[in-house]
């Protein structure tokens, strides 16, 4: 059985109609981990004692000849910032070495209900903080698809995992492009659900306004089933929403004929490598070959989206991540005179330096005397944003854009300078800061066998016709 | 160009006040790299300004924007639930008894 082509569905089928064994999968895809990922470096962790009980039990129902639940022995690995119980959760940070959460993720909780097998913890951004998953503590991860090259941040592993065939689909965390990027850089599909739609219980919070759990997985109808099992209110999460769901896997089959697409001209501009730009124009004829008509259109404040997402972001950041002080939980230095040094010098030992960076950034702007230029103002420009995009969805009914203005860089080409890093953000983070659900599609790749991701953008809560326009991207 | 858009903008005296209210402790070369870093990211911040937010009311979640679902209808119902196990809860503690977080002494005789 070949592990890098499985879907959700072909391993569902496959262990119904008794030709594997969900043990067997695990085990395979834990050997292989074994064998392989001392080059991709996308694993920190494996959860090999609860996947294979957990596959033992969907071999006992899959005995009966019952019908198997949707996502039955489909072995899926866990970004390193969501809590599984008993199992390490690091969020890649050295601060949380060794942490063992008391409780699992309401989002891995109800894929393992579906009958997923987890098996493993996966590398990521420290924090989730970064675009080329280059800032773990745990060691860098390489782009499967072109090893001197990064994967993609900060859901990296989540995306090298699924791309190499280390699990057939994983969770990551999308804050300001995480999960759509590294689906992108990987030549995976990565969907960013509307903010609200799946609970949050059990992600250790980087920015609470913009953090999203969104799945991975080797195509449309994939994350579509992942979606359909982890949507929903939740009452361990205030802001998991309780409009209501639709089902997003018969979305599939809708059709996507008579729908308004928009593109935006803002997207398409100056620093856009002309080989993604030809796989984008290459998605609009075929969304026009299936009867959609397409609309230029403008998102007028596009430009701002970058500065007011590292403004709001790393503010945020520096409230939620104060509370790693070495008391409750996590790394605690070793002799402290008093708590303030404690609290310090913890603090210093387990930080590496971009969050230390995004700390100090948010606390400048938090500070006396800058709130008001910098908080402030970035949180008016987000309403500008979030306006630009809500006028959009009253004309058409999803976007579609570039997901990167390049092919994925070489491994420590943007290291040393923290603003062209997170200008790379620019096309990920406008629906970040608007709360819109969206999509990376693959669509092909450079001349050098680079991926190309397309993105699809729709308006809160309209995952079904996403995944509707995004399924006639990929079936082109 | 206004004061905010100059360069140099944070001294510093300024990065070091900003670590102390973070809880940082920045090392000499981690202070002149980090008002490196915070000077150019600032910089670039700057382009804000270029709009004119005067009327514009800041968005702070965007569930504000959604009138589908009013703040009411988030919260949970006011009932008895069973917490985290305590054991497992302190077992992650650096240093406990197993009821309280230890922490060496706060104020000095």
Same mark, same amino acid.
């Given at each position: 059985?070949?592990?890098?082509?499985?879907?959700?569905?072909?391993?569902?089928?496959?262990?119904?109609?008794?030709?594997?064994?969900?043990?067997?999968?695990?085990?395979?895809?834990?050997?292989?981990?074994?064998?392989?990922?001392?080059?991709?470096n996308?694993?920190?962790?494996?959860?090999?004692?609860?996947?294979?009980?957990?596959?033992s039990?969907?071999?006992?129902?899959?005995?009966?000849?019952?019908?198997?639940?949707?996502?039955?022995?489909?072995?899926? +690995?866990?970004?390193?910032?969501?809590?599984?119980?008993?199992?390490?959760?690091?969020?890649?940070?050295?601060?949380?070495?060794?942490?063992?959460?008391?409780?699992?993720?309401?989002?891995?909780?109800?894929?393992?209900?579906?009958?997923?097998?987890?098996?493993?913890?996966?590398?990521?951004?420290?924090?989730?903080?970064?675009?080329?998953?280059?800032n773990?503590?745990? +060691?860098?991860?390489?782009?499967?698809?072109?090893?001197?090259?990064?994967?993609?941040?900060?859901?990296?592993?989540?995306?090298?995992?699924v791309?190499?065939?280390?699990?057939?689909?994983?969770?990551?965390?999308?804050?300001?492009?995480?999960?759509?990027?590294?689906?992108?850089?990987?030549?995976?599909?990565?969907?960013?659900?509307?903010?609200?739609?799946?609970?949050?219980?059990?992600?250790?919070?980087f920015?609470?306004?913009?953090?999203?759990?969104?799945?991975?997985?080797?195509?449309?109808?994939?994350?579509?089933?992942?979606?359909?099992?982890?949507?929903?209110?939740?009452?361990?999460?205030?802001?998991?929403?309780?409009?209501?769901?639709?089902?997003?896997?018969?979305?599939?089959?809708?059709?996507?004929?008579?729908?308004r697409?928009?593109?935006?001209?803002?997207?398409?501009?100056?620093?856009?490598?002309?080989?993604?730009?030809?796989?984008?124009?290459?998605?609009?004829?075929?969304?026009?070959?299936?009867?959609?008509?397409?609309?230029?259109?403008?998102?007028?404040?596009?430009?701002?989206?970058?500065?007011?997402?590292?403004?709001?972001?790393?503010?945020?950041?520096?409230?939620?991540?104060?509370?790693?002080?070495?008391?409750?939980?996590?790394?605690?230095?070793?002799?402290?005179?008093?708590?303030?040094?404690?609290?310090?010098?913890?603090?210093?030992?387990?930080?590496?330096?971009?969050?230390?960076?995004?700390?100090?950034? +948010?606390?400048?702007?938090?500070?006396?005397?800058?709130?008001?230029?910098?908080?402030?103002?970035?949180?008016?420009?987000?309403?500008?944003?979030?306006?630009d995009?809500?006028?959009?969805?009253?004309?058409?009914?999803?976007?579609?854009?570039?997901?990167?203005?390049?092919?994925?860089?070489?491994? +420590?080409?943007?290291?040393?300078?923290?603003?062209?890093?997170?200008?790379?953000?620019?096309?990920?983070?406008?629906?970040?800061?608007?709360?819109?659900?969206?999509?990376?599609?693959?669509?092909?790749?450079?001349?050098?066998?680079?991926?190309?991701?397309?993105?699809?953008?729709?308006?809160?809560?309209?995952?079904?016709?996403?995944?509707?326009?995004?399924?006639?991207?990929e079936?082109? | 160009?206004?004061?905010?858009?100059?360069?140099?903008?944070?001294?510093?005296?300024?990065?070091?006040?900003?670590?102390?209210?973070?809880?940082?402790?920045?090392?000499t070369? @981690?202070?002149?790299?980090?008002?490196?870093?915070?000077?150019?990211?600032?910089?670039?911040?700057?382009?804000?300004?270029?709009?004119?937010?005067?009327?514009?009311?800041?968005?702070?979640?965007?569930?504000?924007?959604?009138?589908?679902?009013?703040?009411?209808?988030?919260?949970r119902?006011?009932?008895?639930?069973?917490?985290?196990?305590?054991?497992?809860?302190?077992?992650?503690?650096p @240093?406990?008894?197993?009821?309280?977080?230890?922490?060496?002494?706060v104020?000095?005789?």
């Open positions: 059985m070949d592990l890098n082509t499985l879907t959700i569905e072909s391993t569902r089928a496959a262990i119904q109609r008794g030709e594997t064994t969900a043990t067997a999968l695990a085990e395979a895809h834990l050997a292989r981990i074994l064998a392989e990922d001392g080059t991709i996308s694993v920190l962790a494996t959860t090999e004692e609860r996947a294979l009980r957990q596959a039990f969907i071999d006992l129902l899959a005995k009966t000849g019952d019908p198997l639940p949707p996502l039955a022995g489909v072995p899926v +690995g866990i970004k390193d910032v969501l809590t599984v119980k008993g199992t390490p959760s690091t969020a890649a940070s050295k601060i949380l070495k060794g942490y063992q959460p008391p409780y699992d993720a309401t989002a891995v909780r109800k894929l393992e209900e579906a009958g997923a097998v987890i098996i493993a913890k996966l590398n990521c951004d420290e924090f989730a903080m970064g675009g080329s998953n280059e773990s503590a745990y +060691g860098i991860v390489r782009n499967p698809r072109a090893l001197d090259r990064v994967p993609g941040g900060s859901s990296g592993g989540s995306a090298a995992a791309a190499t065939g280390f699990c057939v689909a994983s969770l990551g965390t999308d804050t300001g492009g995480s999960v759509r990027q590294p689906a992108a850089f990987c030549g995976v599909t990565g969907l960013l659900p509307t903010y609200g739609r799946i609970s949050r219980y059990g992600l250790i919070a920015a609470s306004s913009l953090d999203r759990v969104g799945p991975i997985g080797r195509s449309v109808q994939d994350v579509a089933t992942m979606l359909n099992v982890m949507a929903g209110p939740d009452v361990m999460d205030a802001t998991a929403d309780k409009t209501p769901c639709d089902d997003y896997v018969d979305a599939m089959s809708r059709s996507v004929a008579g729908m697409i928009g593109v935006p001209k803002e997207y398409l501009g100056e620093g856009l490598d002309p080989e993604i730009r030809a796989a984008v124009d290459n998605a609009i004829e075929k969304l026009k070959a299936h009867g959609c008509t397409v609309h230029e259109i403008s998102l007028p404040h596009t430009k701002y989206a970058v500065p007011t997402y590292y403004v709001l972001a790393t503010a945020e950041a520096s409230s939620n991540l104060s509370r790693f002080d070495g008391v409750r939980f996590g790394h605690r230095t070793a002799e402290a005179k008093n708590l303030a040094a404690l609290y310090r010098e913890s603090r210093d030992e387990g930080f590496g330096p971009e969050v230390k960076r995004r700390i100090l950034l +948010g606390t400048y702007s938090l500070s006396s005397g800058y709130y008001d230029a910098y908080y402030r103002k970035a949180q008016q420009v987000r309403t500008l944003l979030a306006r995009f809500m006028a959009a969805f009253s004309d058409v009914d999803a976007i579609v854009t570039p997901m990167t203005p390049t092919p994925p860089w070489k491994l +420590g080409e943007k290291t040393d300078d923290p603003v062209s890093m997170y200008l790379a953000d620019i096309y990920t983070v406008g629906a970040s800061l608007a709360g819109i659900c969206g999509i990376s599609v693959p669509a092909g790749e450079t001349k050098d066998g680079l991926p190309i991701g397309v993105q699809v953008l729709a308006g809160h809560f309209q995952e079904a016709k996403l995944l509707t326009v995004a399924q006639a991207i079936n082109q | 160009m206004t004061d905010m858009q100059k360069k140099q903008m944070v001294s510093e005296d300024e990065v070091r006040h900003v670590a102390t209210l973070a809880n940082l402790e920045l090392t070369k @981690e202070q002149a790299q980090m008002q490196r870093d915070l000077n150019s990211i600032l910089s670039y911040i700057a382009e804000l300004n270029e709009l004119n937010t005067s009327d514009v009311p800041p968005l702070a979640q965007v569930s504000e924007l959604l009138t589908e679902t009013p703040t009411s209808a988030w919260l119902e006011d009932i008895r639930r069973e917490s985290l196990n305590r054991e497992l809860v302190m077992d992650e503690a @240093e406990t008894d197993g009821r309280f977080f230890k922490v060496p002494k104020i000095e005789r």
